[in-house]
């Protein structure tokens, strides 16, 4: 019986991959449990005609939550809308000036956003407001903003130092 001299190589490789598709794997999470869910109600409501209280609320706060997962996604996958008419026609120095200046300024707002997003769930919490269907405290469903927020930031820094905007096309050296 042979044992793998390097025990670590399994869970770092692990956690390489989790970390490579940990938004993936929430927003996929997501959007399968928010079709479950409807289409629990559908059959709730139209084949045995007793409508369940909480299926709308649970599915508009997952849609929340699978928008703020999925924008840290679509900025790790450079997948976000933009207007690339300067980087399409900037040349040389200024290009990567330009790349690195919209993503400062991207995370600039992703942290600025952050701060005032906990400062509102502080609030809320504090409140003691809760779901009307579910019952579950709203700060929970707030959270998705500073958490969504958090993840952009962290993937735009990853992005400023792998390149990944440039492996996927996006600012492409012209001079």
């Given at each position: 019986m042979e044992t793998d001299p390097h025990p670590s190589s399994k869970a770092r490789t692990a956690i390489v991959w989790l970390f490579n598709n940990f938004e993936r794997i929430l927003v996929a999470s997501f959007l399968s449990l928010f079709s479950i869910v409807l289409i629990l109600q559908v059959f709730m409501r139209f084949v045995l005609r007793m409508p369940l209280p909480w299926p709308e609320e649970f599915s508009r706060y997952l849609l929340?939550?699978?928008?703020?997962?999925?924008?840290s996604l679509a900025?790790?996958?450079?997948?976000?809308?933009?207007?690339?008419i300067l980087p399409t026609m900037s040349r040389g120095w200024f290009t990567h000036a330009l790349r690195w200046t919209m993503h400062i300024g991207f995370m600039a707002f992703c942290m600025v956003s952050t701060y005032f997003?906990?400062?509102?769930?502080?609030?809320?919490?504090?409140?003691?407001?809760?779901?009307?269907?579910?019952?579950?405290?709203?700060?929970?469903?707030?959270?998705?903003?500073?958490?969504g927020l958090t993840l952009a930031t962290l993937r735009t820094i990853e992005t400023l130092i792998t390149g990944a905007d440039l492996k996927a096309g996006h600012f492409e050296d012209k001079s």
């Amino acid at each position: 019986m042979e044992t793998d001299p390097h025990p670590s190589s399994k869970a770092r490789t692990a956690i390489v991959w989790l970390f490579n598709n940990f938004e993936r794997i929430l927003v996929a999470s997501f959007l399968s449990l928010f079709s479950i869910v409807l289409i629990l109600q559908v059959f709730m409501r139209f084949v045995l005609r007793m409508p369940l209280p909480w299926p709308e609320e649970f599915s508009r706060y997952l849609l929340i939550w699978t928008a703020f997962v999925g924008s840290s996604l679509a900025v790790k996958e450079s997948r976000f809308i933009n207007i690339d008419i300067l980087p399409t026609m900037s040349r040389g120095w200024f290009t990567h000036a330009l790349r690195w200046t919209m993503h400062i300024g991207f995370m600039a707002f992703c942290m600025v956003s952050t701060y005032f997003s906990i400062d509102f769930i502080h609030r809320v919490a504090n409140s003691g407001q809760v779901s009307p269907a579910m019952g579950i405290p709203m700060w929970i469903v707030y959270s998705a903003a500073p958490i969504g927020l958090t993840l952009a930031t962290l993937r735009t820094i990853e992005t400023l130092i792998t390149g990944a905007d440039l492996k996927a096309g996006h600012f492409e050296d012209k001079s």
